[in-house]
């Protein structure tokens, strides 16, 4: 059993940044695929950034360029640095993982921080 644990939102001004930072815990166990999605009061989650085959990744358009999703293997944590915060970018943000774990494929999601940008 798998869980993840996001960390690093907070309450920052228009232009600054953060770096928010997933970490997978659980034994013996390895990401297939991973994202970031957030949600906005009122809104349905959307998708900010994955990597969902191989290496390659994908970005909504609102945030290329100035967002960026990594992993850290040796630390089992999926981050994504955010620059140039908008007011726009408040959400809740969620990580989600594709792991196997004895040879089994499950989806999990993180418990959601909270990112909100004041102009």
């Known amino acids: 059993q798998v869980q993840l644990v996001e960390s690093g939102g907070g309450l920052v001004q228009a232009g600054e940044s953060l770096r928010l930072s997933c970490a997978a815990s659980?034994?013996?166990?390895?990401?297939?695929?991973m994202a970031w999605y957030r949600q906005a009061p009122g809104k349905q989650r959307e998708l900010v950034a994955g990597?969902?085959?191989?290496?390659?990744?994908n970005y909504a358009n609102s945030v290329k360029g100035r967002f960026t999703i990594s992993r850290d293997n040796a630390k089992n944590t999926i981050d994504l640095q955010m620059n140039s915060l908008k007011p726009e970018d408040t959400a809740v943000y969620y990580c989600w993982a594709s792991i196997t774990t004895m040879r089994i494929a499950n989806s999990y999601w993180g418990q959601g921080t909270q990112v909100t940008v004041s102009s």
């Open positions: 659980g034994s013996a166990f390895s990401i297939n695929a």
């Open positions: 990597q969902f085959s191989g290496s390659s990744t």
